[in-house]
């Protein structure tokens, strides 16, 4: 389970919620029929459990699989060459599914962005919208729902997880023994990047990092960035990376990053060495290497973050470097300009 799903549950209604499961099956394998399955298990329980597609046609949702997830199959004739019949049954069924006030949620189980509008609608209805599809399914689909699994990334792991046996820990892998994972530019390693539309690391590290400046630059509560995390992004899950842990993957994934334990409470703190002082040391070697003056203070951030990457001035209580500066006793601000003291 991604990290943050205890406090999505916890917000929920302590009665199970009521699911109707609507699945597109021209669009998703039946290779990911216990996937499906197991997941819902977490959110709810399921009031109807519908596929559609045309029966007529082999596409691997055998007789055995439906019956063993008890699952009503609809049959949909293709009327018209390049019209996708499926999508329109589907749509007629989830309106009639909610007017009958049945259930709180839906999952629709598809990567076709055709059911986005359909998404939209049954939130704007406050129903929780569960979606489940590859991590090809356009970005529109996955941020139109209130959760989005992907279902070929959870599903390896899952695999994984079985193949090392009843013993594996839960607790993400070692670098070497990890695969799946997703890069900055939000592609899987092993498929190719225009098939994947997956929350890139880059974009995780900069939700983290703007929290611990909300913070002041103090280390910020792991389950808080969880929360943070699953709000941000529809379609966050550590196992998306290749990972059963969000402290792990933080440690494997993000340098800059450092997972402490106290006590009994995680926290999430820039992992750096470099203190107020040496930085402080640093500035005044360049303002006396410049000849005693900066005329420019652009140019002294620029230098500053050529040599420190990841440097952040709020992680020293400030928003600007020029109130850095003023700061430091051994040196002068005056408009744009910064020199040493004598």
Same mark, same amino acid.
């Given at each position: ?204 590290? *900069?939700? #983290?990092?703007?929290? !611990?400046?909300? /913070? $002041? +630059?103090?280390?910020?509560? @792991? =389950?808080?960035?969880?929360?943070? &995390? ?50 402080? *040391?640093? #500035?005044?070697?360049? !303002?006396?290497? /410049? $000849? +005693?003056?900066?005329?420019? @203070? =652009?140019?002294?951030?620029?230098? &500053? ?38």
């Amino acid at each position: 389970m991604g990290v943050g799903m205890e406090e999505i549950m916890e917000s929920m209604s302590s009665e199970k919620m009521q699911f109707a499961v609507l699945i597109d099956a021209d669009n998703i394998s039946s290779k990911y029929a216990v996937t499906i399955f197991e997941e819902l298990e977490k959110y709810g329980l399921t009031s109807y459990r519908r596929i559609y597609g045309n029966w007529s046609r082999g596409n691997g949702w055998s007789e055995n699989l439906l019956l063993e997830h008890s699952i009503m199959p609809v049959q949909q004739f293709s009327y018209t060459t390049g019209k996708n019949a499926t999508d329109m049954a589907m749509v007629i069924d989830a309106m009639d599914i909610l007017y009958k006030n049945k259930v709180q949620g839906f999952c629709l189980v598809t990567s076709d962005s055709d059911f986005t509008r359909l998404a939209m609608r049954l939130r704007e209805e406050n129903m929780f919208v569960l979606g489940m599809g590859e991590s090809k399914t356009p970005l529109a689909l996955t941020r139109a729902c209130n959760k989005f699994i992907h279902l070929n990334l959870v599903a390896e792991q899952n695999m994984e997880e079985i193949a090392m046996g009843e013993g594996a820990v839960l607790g993400g892998r070692n670098t070497e023994e990890k695969h799946a994972r997703v890069s900055d530019s939000g592609s899987s390693c092993n498929a190719p990047a225009e098939e994947q539309n997956v929350t890139s690391i880059s974009d995780v590290r *900069q939700v #983290i990092l703007t929290l !611990i400046n909300e /913070n $002041g +630059g103090r280390q910020v509560d @792991l =389950a808080w960035v969880g929360n943070r &995390l699953n709000d941000k992004f529809t379609d966050f899950d550590v196992r998306n990376y290749g990972y059963y842990k969000l402290s792990t993957m933080i440690d494997q994934e993000l340098p800059d990053l450092h997972v402490k334990k106290v006590s009994n409470q995680y926290y999430v703190e820039r992992r750096s060495n470099l203190t107020k002082e040496e930085l402080e *040391q640093e #500035i005044c070697r360049m !303002i006396e290497k /410049n $000849g +005693g003056m900066v005329e420019n @203070l =652009a140019s002294l951030n620029d230098e &500053l973050h050529k040599k420190y990457k990841q440097l952040d001035f709020k992680q020293f209580g400030y928003n600007r470097i020029s109130s850095f500066l003023r700061s430091l006793g051994s040196v002068t601000v005056h408009e744009n300009e910064v020199s040493l003291k004598r």
